[in-house]
């Protein structure tokens, strides 16, 4: 038991950001694994799927959300409505994730991934060269 909550497993699917870049479908796919083993999913404030998207395929599933802090208020509140009307059952605040696992704030990530290459959309895709440039040599 957690939080009165009847696990099958000691254990819970971490909250893993921008996913999108380990598989196309990987939040979508994770869910899954969370509704056939019935192991809470804790969806990523940074998800490349929206919560409502994950909702969807976790029907009653037992789910949290990561939430960061940010500097809007209005963005918090939006982020704790969506995910209250979406199912989750608790909240992960980020200072208390970043004692569990490393953690970082989307200024960061965001930083990281435009360095490696990588664009956020519905699907995340590697950028392709621009080669007009090099025929152009």
């Given at each position: 038991n957690l939080l009165d909550l009847k696990l099958p497993y000691p254990f819970l699917f971490a909250p893993i950001g921008v996913l999108g870049l380990a598989h196309p479908k990987g939040d979508l796919e994770?869910?899954?694994?969370?509704?056939?083993t019935q192991?809470?999913?804790?969806?990523?404030?940074?998800?490349?799927?929206?919560?409502?998207?994950?909702?969807?395929?976790?029907?009653?599933?037992?789910r949290w959300f990561q939430l960061y802090f940010g500097k809007s208020r209005d963005l918090v509140e939006s982020l704790v409505n969506r995910a209250e009307i979406s199912g989750s059952k608790a909240f992960l605040?980020?200072?208390?994730?970043?004692?569990?696992?490393?953690?970082?704030?989307?200024g960061k990530l965001h930083s990281d991934v435009c360095e490696h290459?990588?664009?956020?959309?519905?699907?995340?895709?590697r950028k392709t060269p621009d080669k007009s440039a090099e025929r152009n040599l």
């Open positions: 994770l869910a899954n694994a969370s509704k056939i192991t809470p999913m804790i969806q990523s404030n940074q998800a490349s799927f929206s919560m409502e998207a994950c909702a969807e395929i976790l029907g009653n599933t037992n605040q980020e200072n208390y994730a970043s004692k569990v696992r490393a953690s970082c704030p989307m290459g990588y664009v956020h959309a519905q699907f995340l895709q």
